[in-house]
């Protein structure tokens, strides 16, 4: 375990002590999928899927997650082992701005039901319609929420709009400094209302994430539940989980500067 993650480790800690919250039962799997080797010197790159039992406040969820991980050995002794950051988007500046042009899906009401149905679906996997990326965390919003039903409006211009067509997508579809720019400021298609607190969210909501509070933000996460306190529960992807606390305290990528933006998405579409 290095500095960063003993000190998720005892973030954790101090967050769930706070807010009566405790892991009942952990269990995980290694999964090897690169050897390299120099002298007495391995190095293996694996998968780590784990997942805990946590009981909150009188009510019990299961979280997973999926870390990618290397450790190194001499010998047979461990000299490091260390979870693998996740890559930040080359796009991270664009911002979407709102289009005029016609929309060309529409929808009266967004299914909320369907897009915790598809980010359950889908949290550790691909889904082979639509393209992959590195980063790919936004996309995997966008997809939840189209499958709620969010209208895609402004194709092709990749600045306008929120969108998916083939080979093509907006800014604000895969980038998550375009999406948190474009939730703040569309007013038809797919819209969404600013609240305070993450309490406050439903499952179907969106939260963002800039974790260095410079202002560039970096991550989205869909919320898919509430815990026994009543705060949101989240899936992602890049580093893949599902029912994660929404605070990310436990991610290597959490700084006191962080800053959250917290998105109820209409349930009028219009």
């Known amino acids: 375990m290095t500095v960063d993650e003993r000190k998720c480790f005892e973030r954790e800690q101090k967050r ?27 190095t293996i790159h694996y998968m780590y899927d784990y997942a805990r039992f946590v009981l909150a406040n009188e009510s019990f969820y299961l979280e997973e997650s999926r870390e990618h991980r290397r450790s190194v050995l001499k010998g047979k002794k461990i000299i490091q082992d260390k979870r693998l950051p996740t890559s930040k988007s080359v796009e991270m500046k664009k911002e979407a701005s709102e289009s005029s042009g016609k929309s060309f899906e529409r929808t009266s009401r967004y299914n909320r039901l369907e897009a915790v149905k598809y980010a359950e679906r889908w949290w550790n996997a691909y889904n082979p319609q639509y393209h992959h990326f590195t980063d790919n965390c936004t996309n995997f919003i966008s997809q939840c929420l189209k499958a709620g039903g969010a ?94 606390y929404w605070s990310y305290e436990d991610s290597t990528a959490w700084t006191p500067n962080i800053a959250y933006k917290f998105f109820q998405i209409n349930d009028r579409l219009m």
């Not at 050897?35 to 010197?41: E, I, K, Q």
């Open 16 to 42: 769930m002590k706070q807010i009566n919250t405790r892991v009942l039962k952990m269990s995980g799997q290694i999964v090897p999928y690169r050897y390299t080797s120099c002298g007495d010197d391995r």
């Open 151 to 244: 209208p895609m409006h402004g194709a092709p211009q990749r600045d306008k709009g929120w969108w998916y067509s083939g080979d093509n997508w907006s800014y604000s579809w895969a980038v998550a400094h375009s999406m948190r720019w474009y939730l703040s400021g569309a007013t038809n298609g797919l819209t969404a209302k600013e609240v305070e607190r993450a309490s406050d969210l439903q499952p179907g909501d969106i939260i963002c994430y800039d974790f260095d509070g410079d202002g560039h933000w970096e991550h989205n996460t869909i919320v898919v539940m509430k815990d026994g306190n009543h705060e949101p529960l989240v899936n992602a992807q890049t580093e893949n989980s599902r029912n994660r």
